[in-house]
């Protein structure tokens, strides 16, 4: 009798502990701006409303400097990985051109941002292209980070450059 109270009374320290870390700890600097619902734990079944979700960047995203120069080599590899259904699968939703995958775009949530469009993309520095790339929007556009190393982003960066290049305004 007495063996089973020293289990129960265990057994409730054990679950008084485990529910300590509060559930608003896990996210620290990345919250400042958003303006959605804060802290709801979505059920796993329900589906989430992404229609508001956005880049979470670090602050200084668009000062970060590219390390891989844009060789030929470099864009024929960022291209490769722009294609390939394994690592950045870019094509899928923004196409070969970047200018959109009419094909698929009635399956998108989203429309995809024009990667061909020149005075878009002229605003953009190295680095936030990097900084998208790697983290995508969630449920929007996948985290390339988690499919590509750091080097290979970069060369999608350069890749992706080429394709305002065409129109002939950054060089
Ligand atoms: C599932 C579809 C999807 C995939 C796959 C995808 N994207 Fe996107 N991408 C989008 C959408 C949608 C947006 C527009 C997001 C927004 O609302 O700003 C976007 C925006 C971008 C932007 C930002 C443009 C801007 O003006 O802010 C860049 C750069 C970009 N994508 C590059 C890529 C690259 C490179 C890849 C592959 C590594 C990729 N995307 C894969 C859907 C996708």
Known sequence: MISILV???FAITLRSFAQQPSPETN???TDTKKTTTPQQPTPPAAQPDVSKNTWE????????KNPVEATEESVAKGKELYLAKMKGNCVFCHGETG?????NL???RRTPADLSNKERMAGMSDGELYWKISKGINGIMPAGEKRMTEEERWHVVNFVRTLAKESGVIN
């Open 7 to 9: 289990v129960a009374s």
């Open 106 to 108: 009635p399956k998108l």
């Open 99 to 103: 200018a959109g995958n009419q094909e």
């Open 27 to 29: 996210k620290p600097q």
């Open 57 to 64: 960047l670090p602050a200084d995203a668009d000062k970060t």
